[in-house]
């Protein structure tokens, strides 16, 4: 079994800033990467920032220079620092992380269960 649990979330008034973070557990051999989606109201999910096990990140144009996902492996966990943060960040943010468990030979992708943030403007 495997857990993504994310937390953070969160309303803040546009401006702010907010730190979400996910925790992974369970039968965990390797994780490769780590990553943060967002869902807002009738959107489809969409990809907000990545990073792999050697630290290379990727973000969302829409994101750059107001967002640092950054995680710690010891940890097994992933955080995303939003700042400057605007009402059309407002969604549901979505831990994803590519797994292999132990014994298993396969990489498979799992997802957190969601944390809400809402910005006010």
């Known amino acids: 079994q495997v857990q993504l649990v994310e937390s953070g979330g969160g309303l803040v008034q546009a401006g702010g800033s907010l730190r979400l973070s996910c925790a992974v557990s369970?039968?965990?051999?390797?994780?490769?990467?780590m990553g943060w989606y967002r869902q807002a109201p009738g959107k489809q999910r969409q990809l907000v920032a990545t990073i792999t096990s050697r630290g290379s990140s990727n973000y969302a144009d829409s994101v750059k220079g107001r967002f640092t996902i950054s995680r710690d492996n010891a940890e097994r966990a992933v955080y995303l620092q939003m700042s400057s943060l605007k009402p059309d960040d407002t969604a549901i943010y979505y831990c994803?992380?590519?797994?292999?468990?132990?014994?298993?030979?396969?990489?498979?992708?799992?997802w957190g269960q969601g944390t809400q943030v809402t910005v006010s403007s």
């Open positions: 369970g039968n965990i051999g390797s994780i490769n990467t």
């Open positions: 994803n992380c590519n797994i292999r468990t132990w014994g298993s030979v396969r990489w498979n992708d799992y």
